[in-house]
Each structure stands twice: as C-alpha cells, then as structure tokens.
C-alpha cells in the first residue's frame, strides 16, 4: 500500500530489520531486570503475544549481569537499555546480549563510545541510537562533557516546530543533531550495524524530526512515541504518530509505550500495522459499534469474540456485526462473520452463508468455524 524507504539491513539475533523484512513490533519489561524470574516470565508472556524483540532496562551491574541468565530462557533477541554508565553496555555484550540501545544525551563522552562500538563490532552486536526529548543534551553540549549539566540545558525555550522562521535552531535540530553525532563515531569505525530513534511525546515534532533524519541516512529507524500515557490515550497518540510516519514509508522497528501491561504495547503495535495492511499476523476483528438499531447486546458479543480469538493466530478477518444495515455486507466480506438479528444470527464464511443460530450459540459457533480455518490450513 506505502512505498517503504529502503534501508540499510541489519540483523538482531534471528530478527532481520530493514530493507524489504517485515516491520518489526518491540516491547520493553516493566520488571525489575535483577528480578530474573519475573523478567522471563515477563518476557514469555510477551513472546506469546507475538514481541519479536525485547528491550530491559540496565541500571546497574547486577542488572547487567543478569542479562546472562534471562537470555538463556526467552526465544526473542534480547536488547540491553543502556544510560549513562558506559561500562553497562560493555557488561551487557559480555553477558550475551543481541544489540544495545545508547543514549548519546547521557553517554556523550565518544571515547566511552568508541570503547563501546569496538566491543560489539567484536561481536557483530548492532547499536540503537536512541534519542529522546526528555534526555537531550544541554544546548551547545552535543558531544561534550564536564561543564554541560543536563539539567541546566535550555532544550525546554526551542521551538518545537520546525515551520517557526524566526527560530534558527529549534529541538527537532537538536535531535536530528545529537543523532547525527553519534552516528559519525560509528562510522569513523566502520562500523553499520545502526539503527536509529528520535522520538518524544509531542506527535508533530517527532514526526518532523524522523522524516528529516530519513533524508539523512540509509539506517533502518525504530519509530515511537515516548511516554505516550494510559492504554486508551497513549494507543491513539501513538497510532497517529506511528501511522503517519509508516504511511510516509518509514520505519523498520516500532515500540508503543504505554503505562500498563507490556502486552498491550504488542497488541496496539499489531493493530496499527494492520490497520495499514502492513503486517497481516492473527486475527482482525470487525465490529459494529451499536447503535439504537442493535437487536442485540453486540457489544458484549465483540469483547467475548475478541478474547476468544486471542489463542488464534492466523491472519484471518472476522467480523461481529449487530443490525441489517452494514451487518450482511461486512459479514460476507470477512472470512467469518456474523449478522445478529433478533435472537439469531446468520454465520457467514468466506461471503457464503453458513448457518442460522440461535443467539446463545453465537460465540461457539463462530469459535467451531476459526477451528475448521485452523485445522484446513496446517
């Protein structure tokens, strides 16, 4: 449907990003990363849930070394959240690892950085360039150490917007910039394994600083908004930045964040893929809002039906619809469907009217049609 910016290839453990491959969907653990138990458990959880690649927060030595343990345990690749501490991520790439994530606004000594790059060239471990609003570095500071408190950094009095004329350096420059210099060290080391984010909360600003940065380099970039919010309002900011930046053919990797369960960052990834044709992984579920016309509770059928088909795993669309108006059409047109009517509905399969049943059969008989789906298809 979009026409993908072609990107440079790169490989994270099993996970291919860039170029033609699949765009992936990330998640982060909410755990405590020493907590090893909860972390894998965290992470299995994840990975049943289709997360392709996993991130954990580093914060300290303990955590790095048990990067080793919970790597022995999860099938995804593993990426170690490093701020800071340069010294993290070269425990990190000891301790197994399958790429890094820097921060160049708080790791911005590029000796620490080129001691770090060294270690994973060693070990073909790729490097995220990750930027963020909320962690740039002081103005003038780029690079720098000693004097440039980040707390003292003036980011705050840029402009957002770029559009502003009477703005001469605004703060998707100053994004575009800290990227850019980070980049340069890796690449004085020839070294290409990179992938790239610029991200903030605000949706125009980091748009504008991903579709200016992609001017600029070949890399594949990881797309996200940062502290998007709650599960409701953090889906919708992040699926209108995401989707207009995917819509525009860029992006390689997305995350979306949320303060809730990591497993609802997955779901929303996947739908918004889908909701742009760009991944066609599980089920899509079409469902009648309800309205006055409604002859029954659709609403409480469409939650029953979305929970069921969480275990299913085709790429299969199913639709849940409550009244004669849309209902037949979007029925025929799904793969499964159904059209409720006044204590009964009409099953429908690949626009081919299946069955009448009555309402209390609606789920099981939905539910008996995705496992005649399943079972023709293995």
Same mark, same amino acid.
């Given at each position: 449907?979009?026409?993908?910016?072609?990107?440079?290839?790169?490989?994270?453990?099993?996970?291919?990003?860039?170029?033609?491959?699949?765009?992936?969907?990330?998640?982060?653990?909410?755990?405590?990363?020493?907590?090893?138990?909860?972390?894998?458990?965290?992470?299995?959880?994840?990975?049943?849930?289709?997360?392709?690649?996993?991130?954990?927060?580093?914060?300290?030595?303990?955590?790095?070394?048990?990067?080793?343990?919970?790597?022995?345990?999860?099938?995804?690749?593993?990426?170690?959240?490093?701020?800071?501490?340069?010294?993290?991520?070269?425990?990190?790439?000891?301790?197994?690892?399958?790429?890094?994530?820097?921060?160049?606004?708080?790791?911005?000594?590029?000796?620490?950085?080129?001691?770090?790059?060294? *270690?994973?060239?060693?070990?073909?471990?790729? $490097? /995220?360039?990750? &930027?963020?609003? %909320?962690? #740039?570095?002081?103005? !003038?500071?780029?690079?720098?150490?000693?004097?440039?408190?980040?707390?003292?950094?003036?980011?705050?009095?840029?402009?957002?917007?770029?559009?502003?004329?009477?703005?001469?350096?605004?703060?998707?420059?100053?994004?575009?910039?800290?990227?850019?210099?980070?980049?340069?060290?890796?690449?004085?080391?020839?070294?290409?394994?990179?992938?790239?984010?610029?991200?903030?909360?605000?949706?125009?600003?980091?748009?504008?600083?991903?579709?200016?940065?992609?001017?600029?380099?070949?890399?594949?970039?990881?797309?996200?908004?940062?502290? *998007?919010?709650?599960?409701?309002?953090?889906? $919708? /900011?992040?699926? &209108?930045?995401? %989707?207009? #930046?995917?819509?525009? !053919?860029?992006?390689?990797?997305?995350?979306?964040?949320?303060?809730?369960?990591?497993?609802?960052?997955?779901?929303?990834?996947?739908?918004?893929?889908?909701?742009?044709?760009?991944?066609?992984?599980?089920?899509?579920?079409?469902?009648?809002?309800?309205?006055?016309?409604?002859?029954?509770?659709?609403?409480?059928?469409?939650?029953?039906?979305?929970?069921?088909?969480?275990?299913?795993?085709?790429?299969?669309?199913?639709?849940?619809?409550?009244?004669?108006?849309?209902?037949?059409?979007?029925?025929?047109?799904?793969?499964?469907?159904?059209?409720?009517?006044?204590?009964?509905?009409?099953?429908?399969?690949?626009?081919?009217?299946?069955?009448?049943?009555?309402?209390?059969?609606?789920?099981?008989?939905?539910?008996?049609?995705?496992?005649?789906?399943?079972?023709?298809?293995?």
């Amino acid at each position: 449907m979009f026409e993908r910016r072609l990107t440079n290839q790169i490989a994270i453990g099993d996970t291919v990003i860039g170029g033609d491959a699949p765009i992936s969907v990330q998640s982060m653990t909410k755990t405590d990363t020493r907590d090893i138990k909860s972390t894998i458990r965290q992470i299995k959880e994840l990975e049943d849930a289709g997360c392709e690649i996993i991130r954990c927060a580093v914060p300290d030595l303990e955590a790095a070394d048990a990067l080793a343990e919970i790597k022995k345990n999860i099938s995804i690749p593993l990426v170690a959240d490093i701020h800071f501490h340069h010294n993290l991520a070269l425990k990190s790439i000891e301790n197994g690892v399958d790429a890094l994530r820097l921060n160049p606004g708080n790791i911005r000594d590029s000796d620490k950085v080129r001691e770090v790059v060294k *270690a994973a060239k060693t070990r073909s471990i790729p $490097i /995220r360039i990750g &930027v963020n609003f %909320g962690s #740039l570095p002081p103005i !003038g500071g780029i690079g720098k150490t000693g004097d440039f408190h980040r707390l003292a950094d003036g980011v705050n009095k840029l402009a957002k917007d770029s559009k502003e004329t009477d703005a001469e350096y605004n703060v998707v420059d100053h994004m575009v910039n800290t990227a850019l210099w980070e980049v340069a060290i890796l690449e004085d080391m020839d070294f290409d394994q990179i992938k790239i984010s610029v991200k903030g909360f605000d949706v125009p600003m980091t748009v504008d600083a991903y579709t200016r940065l992609s001017d600029k380099v070949d890399y594949p970039l990881h797309l996200g908004i940062t502290e *998007a919010g709650t599960p409701l309002n953090g889906s $919708i /900011r992040s699926a &209108v930045g995401l %989707g207009t #930046l995917l819509a525009m !053919g860029i992006g390689d990797t997305i995350r979306v964040s949320l303060a809730g369960d990591p497993v609802l960052e997955v779901e929303a990834g996947y739908e918004i893929l889908k909701s742009l044709n760009l991944r066609n992984k599980g089920v899509t579920l079409v469902a009648c809002p309800s309205c006055g016309r409604a002859d029954v509770d659709i609403v409480k059928y469409a939650n029953m039906v979305d929970e069921a088909l969480k275990k299913f795993d085709k790429p299969i669309k199913v639709a849940v619809m409550g009244c004669e108006v849309n209902g037949p059409g979007e029925a025929k047109d799904a793969d499964i469907g159904i059209a409720a009517g006044v204590g009964r509905g009409i099953i429908f399969r690949k626009g081919q009217k299946v069955k009448v049943v009555p309402e209390s059969e609606f789920l099981p008989a939905l539910i008996e049609e995705m496992e005649k789906i399943d079972l023709e298809s293995k």
